[in-house]
């Protein structure tokens, strides 16, 4: 059985920083790219941050391009999202996705909800201004 299970959630001032990240089991994403989606109060979920399967090529939502960093560890299972700068308007639960293909190019990586095949239960992200 697949799971992906966010940590790294919490309450934090504007300004402030969070590492989310999302551990993987029940089968390897090493060859596979991973992301993160939001999903704000009364709000659609929405793209944050893609990673290909390499780590080499990364994407990020305009809004929090520049403040967050994705990274991976594959021999974790892992995927990382670190946050810094932080504003009231990221408050959100963070949703980790993982494609279940493996790709030959290092370098593909989607950044649309229907790119993602496994998702976890999300982490609640609360930025107090």
Known sequence: QVQ???SGGGLVQAGGSLRLSCAASGRTFSRS???WFRQA???EREFVAAI???GSNTAYADSVKGRFTISRDNAKNTVYLQMNSLKPEDTAV???AADRRAYPSSSYYSIRENGYDY???????TVSS
Do not use: D, H
């Open 52 to 54: 290909s399967w390499s």
């Open 94 to 96: 963070y949703y980790c």
């Open 41 to 43: 109060p009364g709000k």
């Open 33 to 35: 790219p991973m992301g």
């Open 4 to 6: 992906l299970v966010e």
């Open 119 to 125: 998702w976890g239960q999300g982490t609640q992200v």
